[in-house]
């Protein structure tokens, strides 16, 4: 406890360092990029606005020293999630452009519990870490060689079970993607036929 | 083997019977009547083996405890004295005669099989009850009778009337059975024990503390059984029930065991002077009362069924002035003719296709169909009748006798007025008995008009039995009297001079002034067509019977009445006649006084059920229901409204949480 | 730097994820919102790990694990919700939210298949509408 109380009085919030000014202005892109993905109207803007989050995220994380989940931030959900979000948008053929009612009607209420949420979090937290100081001189704690050696001397059952999670995904995606083979033959147009009245 | 080795057997043989048939009647049909009739008959001879070995010297009495009963022992005892001895005799001569009428009777009936084992098991009970020598046992075969009854008499499940019928012969005599009960614990707490001899022995030491009480508590179990005022309103009804089955109950078995326990306990009952002129009142009540309902009854079993509960008035008549010997021998002489009155009825309504008198007044020639049923219902109605030699002139005149000899004080336990009581009562029953006999004899056979239906001929298992059992109606008891005293007390029972000439000379008025009326009447029965008729010329005896009681109260308008105006009976009673067929309305009376303040109470609680307690029941539920009806309007099915809600709630339950944690 | 940053950063950041849910209607938007909830909770963990591991000395690295497997998670989440959004789209013509309503409480008994069957008639209309 003493090495937290030192710690806030030697670093005050108004004199702060050249990494925090950092963090404060990618924080600051950051949240206003998701800010912008949750209310445009144009659906393929989004995703490129959340690439913008998720960039900045990683930037984030190379700023806390925690350099292997910052380049896996950059190649899992900027190379690969936002693309296949984009599939996703173009197969379901969403409009491009602005779509006047990207919003459902449910949007004030959405509000509503978003900003109660957010005022009790930010309070909680920042009521619980005001004095919390992160050092981040010294080895990087993030680095690729430390984050691999705990991943695979601690975490490897874990690591192993997700496999076979990410493989009954996968199997789980294809049976929900494929069609049905009566489906194959008949035009597209009327596809949705059978399986609506399979539905019932 | 030993006489009680024999008496051992005498109940169970026809309990394995009844076992037997009824586990056998569906599997093995070819079974049912050889176990029906010769475990029945074996016990007769046993029983007659039994008496001849008693020979009416000391009883036989063995006893053995199965297992400790508490303060009071109950044990598995005999006790066969006399009446004991020749009763059960009596039992086993009238069940295997019911039994041989039955498998003609009942040749058709799908529930031959249970119908025969309940027969056997009825006929076990009453054995039981006869050789008992412990009350509580007595009272296992006495509540077996009941429920045997029940089935019986609802044999004809099917018709209305014998649903009704059987259901009010268990709850009547059910109703006599509690105080029947209770009775008999008191007894045996005063008296420290179940056993008959000890109870007796308790008696004679006067050491029974309270013997008034006792026997009118016993008394009522005695009335509801053997069906007498106030609970006689049964036995009429039972008449639903298939002949064999009403000549069992009422010859041998059900009715004769109540009578047969007052004899057995008649010392607890002397000692009580209130309970024998109880008994007394109940004696002449139900006597003459009967015997006039008997005269307007249209039914041709009602007039046996009011005749028995007659017959049954002057054996209690004779136990109230305390001589159970002419009591018994009344029993025995009347168990035989009343059995075969019964069977020779249910050969008739089987030939005339009707249980109606006044349907049979119109047939002709009903006596050449069934010559048989003809000649013996013609010796059993004058033993009936007290005509002399016939068994039951003797018996009826040991009972007048013995209440003549009270009335001029000769002995010391019944008082005066009782023998007052029961021998002007037994004199106006004698004239009643006669009429009544001869208004169904003139009836039935004397019918004019058209032709009886012919029903083919008779089997012959149900003609046999009729001579089998005519002999003892006609000779039984100018043999007895003189014999047996010897196995009774030892009273002289031959018939005094005095009551001799009274009694024959009021019967012989009685049957002249009703072939008297019936002479000015019977020509009104051409111009009065009257009567249905269930022709069923394939069908056997049992399902005549069945359509014939189905019958009679849509063809009639009553199940006791028919509005025929050749009716000697109509003529001789005269403005009584409407009140004498309904049972001068006892059961209108019991309806009004017990029945409908039941319905009234039941129908009090259902309105407090259905109205009050609903109510509270339906206001505890209207809260919920409207609540459920506002919260389902909040289901509108889109996911996002259902998150919010939940995420809401949480963001209270984190804020409210963390305010409570850090002692905000 | 103050531990309160990243903290603060991220519960900013779950919420406007939270906000996107629940007021987006194409069901891809939302999928979107939910990345970004995970990454708020990515962040958090990294910075936790961060402090943790020189503060408490903690050489398990719960953390950064656990933000691994977040991320895997999230790529397998997103691959299964795009299947059942590409699905529902087949089945329905559509992938808004809020016209998936089959659990809604009805009031008559034949409203049952008058929902189903406008929902059905207006998604044939937009697909006829796509196709054209």
């Known amino acids: 406890m003493t090495a937290f109380t030192t710690a806030a009085e030697t670093h005050g919030f108004l004199s702060p360092t050249g990494v925090e000014i950092a963090f404060l202005l990618v924080g600051l892109v950051t949240f206003g990029a998701a800010l912008v993905t949750v209310t445009t109207r144009q659906l393929v803007h989004a995703a490129l606005w959340l690439v913008v989050t998720l960039g900045g995220l990683a930037v984030e994380y190379l700023l806390l020293t925690a350099e292997f989940i910052a380049w896996v ?27 006047p009612d990207a919003d459902s009607g449910n949007r004030w209420a959405a509000l509503t519990v978003a900003v109660a949420a957010a005022a009790a979090l930010v309070w909680v937290v920042v009521d619980a870490f005001r004095t919390t100081w992160i050092d981040l001189d010294g080895p990087a704690a993030g680095s690729t060689e430390a984050t691999g050696a705990s991943l695979f001397q601690n975490w490897v059952l874990p690591f192993e079970a997700l496999s076979v999670l990410l493989l009954a995904a996968l199997v789980g995606a294809i049976v929900l993607s494929r069609k049905a083979k009566a489906d194959a033959s008949t035009p597209s147009g009327a596809d949705t036929r059978p399986d609506t009245e399979g539905t019932r | 083997m030993t006489t009680t080795t024999l008496a051992v057997l005498v109940p169970l043989l026809p309990f394995l019977g009844a076992v037997a048939g009824l586990l056998l009647g569906r599997t093995a049909p070819g079974f049912v009547r050889p176990l029906a009739v010769l475990p029945t008959l074996t016990s007769l001879v046993l029983a007659a083996l039994v008496a001849v070995r008693q020979g009416g010297d000391a009883a036989v009495n063995a006893a053995t405890e199965l297992t400790p009963t508490g303060s009071v022992p109950i044990e598995l005892a005999l006790y066969i004295d006399g009446f004991a001895a020749l009763v059960a005799v009596l039992v086993g001569l009238v069940a295997s005669c019911v039994q041989i009428y039955s498998t003609g009777y009942l040749r058709d009936d799908p529930r ?56 009010k012969a268990f709850l009547v005599t059910k109703l006599g059975d509690v105080p029947f009960l209770i009775g008999l614990f008191a007894l045996a707490t005063d008296a420290g024990s179940f056993r008959i001899t000890r109870v007796l022995g308790a008696v004679a030491s006067g050491s029974l503390d309270h013997p008034t009480l006792i026997a009118l508590l016993l008394l009522a179990g005695v009335a509801g059984k053997s069906a007498q005022f106030p609970l006689h309103t049964w036995l009429p009804d039972a008449m639903a029930g298939p002949t064999p089955v009403s000549a069992l109950i009422h010859a041998a078995t059900m009715v004769a065991a109540g009578v ?45 069924a009011y005749s028995t509960i007659g017959q049954l008035g002057y054996m209690t008549g004779a136990l109230a002035v305390g001589d159970r010997g002419a009591a018994v021998f ?4 009347h168990g035989a003719f009343k059995a075969l009155l019964f069977l020779a009825a249910g050969v008739i309504i089987h030939a005339a296709g009707t249980n109606s008198l006044a ?17 013996t219902m013609t010796v059993a109605l004058l033993a009936l009748a007290a005509i002399p030699p016939f068994s039951g002139f003797f018996s009826k005149e040991a009972v007048l006798g013995v209440a003549e000899h009270v009335v001029t004080g000769h002995t010391e336990h019944a008082p005066a007025a009782a023998g007052w009581l029961v021998l002007v009562a037994g004199l106006l029953t004698a004239v009643l008995t006669a009429a009544y006999a001869m208004r169904l004899w003139l009836l039935a056979f004397r019918g004019r008009g058209a032709e009886a239906p012919d029903h083919g001929r008779q089997p012959l298992t149900m003609t046999v039995v009729l001579w089998v059992l005519a ?78 009681i189905a019958t009679h109260e849509p063809a009639y308008g009553d199940i006791a009445y028919a509005p025929d105006p050749a009716d000697p009976g109509r003529l001789l009673l005269g403005p009584l006649h409407r009140h004498a067929a309904a049972g001068f309305h006892m059961d209108a009376l019991y309806s009004a006084l017990f029945v409908r303040p039941v319905q009234a109470g039941a129908s009090l609680v259902r309105f407090l059920d259905r109205e009050v307690v609903e109510t509270y029941v339906r206001g505890a539920g209207a809260l919920p229901r409207w609540l459920g009806a506002a919260v389902r309007r909040a289901q509108t099915g889109n996911v996002q409204t259902y998150v919010s809600a939940l995420l809401a709630g949480t963001v209270v339950l984190a804020v409210a949480v963390v305010l409570v944690a850090t002692g905000a | 730097m103050h531990l309160a940053y990243p903290a603060v950063l991220s519960a900013l950041l779950f919420c ?33 790990d961060v402090w943790l591991s020189r503060t408490a000395e903690e050489t398990l690295h719960s953390g950064q694990a656990l ?51 406008t929902a059905e008639q207006s998604g044939e209309a937009q697909k006829a509408e796509a196709t054209a």
């Open chain 2, 471 to 548: 002999a003892p109606s006609l000779a039984l008891g100018g043999f007895a009297f003189r014999l047996l005293p010897d196995w009774f007390d030892g009273r002289d029972l031959s018939p005094t001079l005095t009551t001799s000439v009274l009694g024959t000379g009021v019967a012989l008025v009685g049957g002249i002034v009703t072939y008297g009326a019936w002479r000015h009447t019977t020509a009104l029965t051409a111009r009065v067509p009257l009567g249905a008729v269930a022709a069923h010329p394939e069908g056997d005896a049992a399902q005549v019977e069945a359509e014939a």
């Open chain 2, 112 to 167: 031959y099989p249970s119908y025969a084992a309940l027969v056997s098991l009825f006929t076990s009970a009453m054995f039981l009850v006869v050789y008992s020598g412990d009350l509580i046992v007595l009272l296992v075969g006495w509540e077996v009778m009941g429920i045997c009854s029940y089935f019986l008499v609802g044999h004809y499940w099917e018709t209305p009337e014998a649903r009704a019928a059987s259901l």
């Open chain 2, 260 to 304: 047969y326990f007052i004899a057995r306990l008649l010392p607890v009952f002397e000692a009580s002077q209130a309970a024998m002129v109880v008994l007394a009142v109940m004696a002449a009540v139900t006597m003459t009362g009967s015997a006039l309902a008997a005269l307007a009854q249209d039914d041709i079993k009602r007039v046996l």
């Open chain 2, 330 to 333: 009344h029993l025995l002489s």
């Open chain 1, 73 to 99: 931030q950059v190649l899992i959900y900027v190379g690969s999630v936002v693309v296949l979000l984009l599939f996703g948008l173009m197969l379901t053929r969403a409009p491009i452009g602005r779509s």
């Open chain 2, 359 to 375: 349907a049979m007044s119109r047939m002709r020639n009903l006596r050449d169909r069934v010559p048989d049923a003809y000649w």
């Open chain 3, 67 to 117: 933000t691994l497997f977040t991320i895997a998670i999230a790529a397998a989440e997103i691959g299964i919700g795009l299947a059942i959004v590409l699905a529902v789209h087949r089945n329905r013509g559509t992938a808004d939210i809020d016209k998936l309503r089959d659990t809604a409480e009805r009031h008559d008994p034949d409203g049952t298949d008058h929902d189903a069957l």
């Open chain 3, 16 to 48: 406007t994820g939270l906000y996107g849910v629940l007021a987006r209607r194409n069901a891809i938007l939302v999928l979107m919102s939910v990345e970004l909830m995970l990454n708020a909770v990515n962040l958090n963990l990294v910075a936790f």
